[in-house]
């Protein structure tokens, strides 16, 4: 136990980088990073703190963790809810011995550097950098480069995941601020990370065998560092030596231009994956998100995109219960669903966040209004994903293998990304699967989300 922690990531796969990151550092100060929470002797636990419902659960999993000091074992939090609510959680949390906001793995790791005796909780929080100063990532969208970030200088080998993908985080911040949205609010203004950071971080984790890499950040289209664009930024990636997919992730719709698509549709790398959270779909609702465009603009854009890709798949989000949200608007967003006809399509119940001007609109919905329309719009969305993953069954599909168990895997196709979409069980009869194989699966069944297939052969990163 001794020298070892166990880290619990909550949140965005933003997040989920961000922990990878410390642990890297963590493991190559020669730190242990354990499975289970008994087993360490540091609890750590990275914060989301979006909306009130992850709030809930990141305060509820360090009280469950909580239960677990005793002798020197030490409680760490870090992220974004203790970027925004420190004050106030080390008030209500006297259980934690540390705490910091985001961008702050080299102060706990210096922290944890140090002995339980040495080290109080004060000190430790009186490091905490934010993501407005950080020397790591402070750079504006066309200035300077983030080259001293620690993608620079720690290896993707030491990466704790045992899966075959790997979230590549391209920026910090946002540029837009969205009504609704309190990330601008924690993680500060958009600071783009360097292609040579990104590229290097990009090599790591192919040489170290990961075969999908997920380019992530708050908002992947407005990367540009000095004139050098996203697109030039994707091919770069691309033209890394190896049999590997690009997942590309948050592409928010004013930035999606031809550039970005053509890109896309040229590189056979890239997954044929569109992933544009559109929030709504009615023009009214999109002005008061201060998001602008409408139902005609995105249309437009992802009938483009299916041209231009074949057998692309669509993702989105939207937000249902915004304040004003007539039950007209909401009617518009079912339809608008059905005719685009999205592959993934998820929604998020209006959260009233303190310091966004949607928290200061009048029309605040009833929360039993708001969780009705929620549920009727996943309700028509598992009926829209349930036809389109009947329509593979029959066909011949590679997919990236996950995990195995015996005679299954799990495992993905190109239109299915991690965590947020459904995935292939795959019989296996050999045994012969492991993950990160790349599989030629025979589809038989359809689920609402998840589809079944049969083991064919290996095959490389092929798509169709």
């Not at 925004?84 to 793995?105: I, S, T």
């Not at 008061?288 to 231009?308: E, P, Q």
């Not at 339809?335 to 609109?361: C, M, N, P, Q």
């Amino acid at each position: 136990m001794k020298n070892s922690f166990y880290l619990l990531s909550l949140g965005c796969p933003k997040n989920l980088v961000d922990s990878e990151k410390l642990t890297r550092r963590l493991c190559l100060s020669g730190l242990r990073p354990t499975r289970e929470a008994e087993e360490a002797d540091t609890l750590i636990v990275n914060t989301c703190g979006f909306i009130e419902a992850a709030r809930k659960e990141s305060i509820d999993e360090i009280l469950g963790l909580a239960k677990l000091k005793g002798g020197k074992r030490r409680l760490l939090v870090f992220g974004c809810l203790s970027e925004r609510y420190k004050e106030e959680l080390q008030a209500a949390l006297p259980e934690v011995d540390a705490m910091w906001g985001v961008n702050a793995e080299e102060e706990i790791a210096r922290y944890m550097g140090t002995s339980a005796d040495d080290a109080s909780a004060d000190d430790a929080s009186a490091d905490n950098t934010s993501a407005d100063n950080t020397s790591a990532d402070n750079t504006s969208a066309d200035n300077t480069s983030a080259d001293n970030t620690s993608a620079d200088n720690t290896s993707a080998e030491a990466r704790p995941s045992t899966f075959p993908y790997a979230y590549l985080k391209i920026s910090e911040g946002c540029r837009r601020r969205c009504s609704f949205c309190s990330i601008p609010l924690i993680r500060g203004p958009l600071r783009n990370y360097s292609p040579e950071t990104i590229l290097k971080e990009a090599e790591d984790y192919i040489r170290s065998g990961t075969k999908e890499l997920i380019l992530v950040s708050q908002d992947t289209a407005s990367y540009k560092v000095k004139g050098f664009t996203f697109s030039e930024l994707l091919k770069d990636i691309c033209s890394i030596p190896g049999d590997f997919w690009v997942r590309v992730h948050y592409l928010h719709p004013s930035g999606v231009d031809d550039s970005i698509l053509e890109a896309m549709a040229g590189e056979p790398k890239v997954a044929r994956y569109l992933d544009m959270p559109l929030q709504h779909s009615e023009q009214r609702i999109l002005r008061l998100m201060s998001r602008g465009g409408g139902r005609r603009d995105f249309t437009k854009i992802i009938n483009r995109a299916r041209k231009m890709m074949p057998g692309l798949a669509v993702r989105t989000t939207f937000i249902v219960g915004f304040p004003g949200e007539s039950e007209e608007e909401f009617e518009g967003v079912l339809d608008f669903i059905e005719e685009t006809g999205f592959e993934h399509a998820g929604a998020f119940v209006y959260s009233k966040e303190e310091g966004t001007g949607a928290a200061r609109l009048p029309g605040q919905l009833p929360k039993a209004v708001k969780k009705r329309r929620w549920e009727r719009f996943m309700r028509a969305q598992a009926a829209i994903s349930l036809e389109k993953n009947k329509s593979l069954i029959g066909r011949g599909m590679t997919a990236l293998v996950d995990e195995t168990d015996g005679k299954f895997a799990i495992g993905r196709l190109a239109s299915q990304a991690p965590d947020v979409d459904g995935v292939v069980f795959i019989e296996d009869e050999k045994g012969a699967l492991k993950p990160g194989d790349f599989a030629r699966v025979l589809v038989t069944e359809a689920q609402d989300y998840d589809l079944r297939g049969l083991s064919l052969s290996l095959k490389p990163a092929a798509q169709g």
